[in-house]
């Protein structure tokens, strides 16, 4: 004789414990996975960084300077125009060159100034990356800006 199976209130007791585990091993997963791509902090105090932004932001944009990137032949060309469209030399330049999601593969170039543009070597993947540049021009003033470099091979 065969006995019949019934679906009892401890079968459904473990469905229900059994899909929330899913769910929140799942979460914790993807919770942990932001957490170790994280890049970073963009400054460390937001509050007294916006305390002087509209004066970093005028005297930045009064320099009239156009940026931009580009990848080829092995080469990373940083070209910094003024707004007559001539090529600017800096009085110094400070540059981080890396994926826009993390920082395992950012790289400081050592851009040098060739007379039309920043040039540095650098074998990129093809992707996203972006260059947070920091300069200064002769004048003093600082010039902060993160450029999008898209690399297709």
Same mark, same amino acid.
């Not at 074998?123 to 003033?141: H, P, S, Y």
């Given at each position: 004789?065969?006995?019949?199976? $019934?679906?009892?209130?401890?079968? +459904?007791?473990?469905?229900? #414990?059994? @899909?929330? %585990?899913?769910?929140?091993? /799942?979460? !914790?997963?993807?919770?942990?996975?932001?957490?170790?791509?994280?890049?970073?902090?963009?400054?460390?105090?937001?509050?007294?960084?916006?305390?002087?932004?509209?004066? $970093?932001?005028?005297?930045?944009? +009064?320099?009239?300077?156009? #940026?931009? @990137?580009? %990848?080829?032949?092995?080469? /990373?060309? !940083?070209?910094?125009?003024?707004?007559?469209?001539?090529?600017?030399?800096?009085?110094?330049?400070?540059?981080?060159?890396?994926?826009?999601?993390?920082?395992?593969?950012?790289?400081?170039?050592?851009?040098?100034f060739d007379g039309r543009a920043y040039v540095a070597p650098a074998?990129?993947?093809?992707?996203?990356?972006?260059?947070?540049?920091?300069?200064?021009?002769?004048?003093?003033?600082a010039f902060e800006q993160r450029v999008i470099l898209r690399v297709?091979?």
């Open positions: 004789m065969t006995r019949e199976k $019934r679906f009892t209130g401890r079968h +459904a007791a473990m469905i229900f #414990v059994g @899909a929330f %585990a899913v769910i929140i091993s /799942v979460n !914790l997963v993807l919770a942990f996975s932001a957490v170790k791509t994280f890049p970073g902090l963009e400054v460390k105090n937001s509050y007294v960084a916006s305390q002087t932004f509209d004066d $970093r932001k005028a005297s930045q944009e +009064a320099l009239g300077w156009d #940026v931009s @990137a580009k %990848a080829t032949g092995g080469l /990373v060309i !940083l070209s910094i125009k003024d707004a007559n469209g001539a090529p600017v030399a800096v009085k110094s330049l400070d540059a981080v060159l890396g994926r826009a999601t993390h920082v395992k593969d950012d790289l400081t170039p050592d851009f040098q074998e990129l993947g093809d992707g996203n990356w972006n260059i947070r540049m920091k300069a200064e021009a002769f004048d003093g003033t297709e091979h």
